[in-house]
Structure formats: C-alpha cells, structure tokens
C-alpha cells in the first residue's frame, strides 16, 4: 500500500486584469470539500465570509451582483471584488 500523501496545493486567485472570479474564488475552498474536480487545488479566500452570508449580501446590496456566465454559472469582476475589499478595508479580531 502506497503511504505518499497526495500533493495538496493553496491558491490564490488572480485577481489581475478584469477576469471572472467563480464563488470559490472569492470565498475560498475548504480543505475537506469533498467530489470536487479539482481534489487536491483548494484557494485561499478573497472574503472570508460563509456562502449563505455571501448570498445574503448579494440580495441586501452589500455585495456585488454576480455576472451570468450561463444558465448555471456565475461569476464576479475581480474589479468589484477588489472595490469590495477596499471599501470594507482589512478588519482586525
């Protein structure tokens, strides 16, 4: 029985330019997601919040509005996100 861990990878996403950033992006993937494509590639989070909080601003305004990609895929300007993140400023515990 093979005992190698298998190679886990933290990313940030690019928040360059003006790309599309899906809610993983944005929120960040746990490290005990499970069935996702990517197993082993999990990404730090932009804002840090839960995804029923996420949503939650999104419907009050506090958060940008999604970009339609499809029927079953949205995304979010990095702009916006950047924008968010600047406008909130980094909170301290």
């Not at 330019?17 to 932009?46: E, S, W």
């Not at 999104?58 to 958060?63: A, F, L, M, T």
Request: hydrophobic share 30%; aromatic share 8%; charged share 30%.
């Amino acid at each position: 029985m093979d005992d190698t861990k298998k190679e886990e990878r933290i990313m940030t996403a690019d928040m360059s330019g003006d790309a599309f950033l899906r809610v993983d992006h944005v929120l960040g993937t746990k490290a005990t997601a499970q069935g996702k494509k990517n197993k082993g590639v999990f990404y730090r989070p932009i804002f840090p919040v839960s995804k029923s909080r996420w949503y939650q601003g999104i419907r009050q305004g506090e958060y940008p509005q999604p970009v339609r990609l499809s029927r079953k895929c949205s995304a979010w300007k990095s702009s916006d996100i950047r924008a968010l993140v600047e406008r909130l400023g980094p909170t301290e515990a």
